[in-house]
Structure formats: C-alpha cells, structure tokens
C-alpha cells in the first residue's frame, strides 16, 4: 500500500495521545480517518485516577478540528457489539477499512499484592481482549474485500520487558505481541499485514499516572518522569508522537513487513 491517498484508516484510541498523533499524520497524507473512543469505562477499575477517561469527547474534537474525511466513533473495544458497530459504521461512512490501527489501551500501576481483579480485568481487558476484537472484526471486513490491508497494534515496551508495578500491564502488552506475531501468519497469504509497534516512553496521560506513581517521596511529577527517561532511555530523551506516526506510517506501506514487533524507544529495549 503505497498511494495512501483516499485509504480509509480506522484508529482506536485515536483522540488523544499516540492514537492522535497517528491519526492526524494519516489524514495530513491524504487518508480517511475514523476516530474510536470511550468517554466512561464501563468496569470499576480507576484508569488515570478516574473513570472518565475523555477518549470520545477527544475524538470528536480532534475529528472537528481535521474536517473532512474524519469522523468519531463512541466505541467500548471490550464489547464485540460495540466492535462490530465501529467496524459496520466505518465501512458505512467510508465505504471500506484498508488500516487498524488499535490504539486503544489503559493502564494501573499498584504492586502485586494490591492488584485487584478489577484492576487486571480492566487492563487486560481493554488492552487483550480488546485488541482481539477489533483485529478480529476488521480481518472479517478485509476479506469481504477481496484480502489485503494493515493493522498496527500498539503495544509497547513493556511487552518485551518486565517492569515492576506494572504485571498486568505487561502481561496486556506480551499478549498483545504474541496475538499479533500469531494472526499474521494466519493471514499473511491474503495480503494483510500485521505488526506492532512498542513505544518507549512518550508523554502522554498513561506516562501523567506512572509519573505519579513512580514518584519518590517529596519528588515532583515531572522530576520523575525526568528520571524515568534517564533510567530507562539510553538516548536520554523521551520519544514523541511524531516518532510514533513515523514508524507507522512506514509499516502501512510496507507490504513484505509482517509479524514483527517494532520497538521506538530510544534504545531502551536492546
């Protein structure tokens, strides 16, 4: 997929964060985009010190702000009716879906021991089972259209490394990588690709919690997310959404790339 002028993206997530910057890169190249969000997560976990997570209202301003050839969708990605709805909805607005890129992800950070089963269920099931569902979902549509297409699912880091505070969530993320690895060999004859893309540290609202989180006694927020980026980051500097969008913008129009998990993170994890 080379020309992406008049490609039809559907971007979970895609209002704020890694999601936005993805999206408003495809739509800066000429792409239709379909912005997938939540505003109220529906279980009892607290995502980002509360349940409103903004996701939909984000998506709706930033389809606003793009204009033509960019729409929102309100889309719970744990719910297969609600999948199925986002999947049908964009292929009534734009006709197709030729990109996934599943971006939609939560995160805690609490010791083992305090984990709660809503906490692992939250996690795991926004950033597993909802990865699933869509992939599974639009797979379905690519075939109806005759084979090929692109899905990026965002993984991260965390899905190569093991990091303390965060077992759900890296357990989330290997899912993720090994779902991922497994689907493209299942479809890789029909012209469909699918690979990962593992951030390192980017200064989004996941990375507002863990800085809190992380945070030594008496430190500031943005004292260790500083430290953070020293500790994990060989480069020294955190990574940008712009790097982000470069990576997968690269891996849409690359037809021979398939199954891999592609790290952008500063050197951090090798």
Known sequence: MTDLQGKVALVTGGGTGIGKGIAERFHGLGMKV???????AQDTANQYFGR?????????QLADSLGDGAIALDTDVTDAGQVAAMTAATVESF???????????VITAKPVEDLSE???DSVVGVNAKGTFLTNQAVVAQMRKQGGGGCIVNIASIAGKLGV?????YCASKWAVIGFSISL????????ITVNCLCPGIVGTQMWTLLSKAFAQPGEKEEVAYARSIETFIPQGVPQTEDDMADMTAFLITAPHITGQAFAVDGGASH
């Open 184 to 191: 493209a060999k299942e479809v890789a004859k029909e012209g």
């Open 164 to 168: 303390p505070y965060l077992s759900h």
């Open 52 to 60: 409103n997570m903004g996701g939909y209202t984000a998506a709706r």
């Open 34 to 40: 379909v912005l997938a969000g939540l505003d109220q």
């Open 95 to 105: 006709g197709r879906i030729d990109v996934l890129v599943n971006g939609a992800g």
């Open 118 to 120: 809503a906490d692992w």
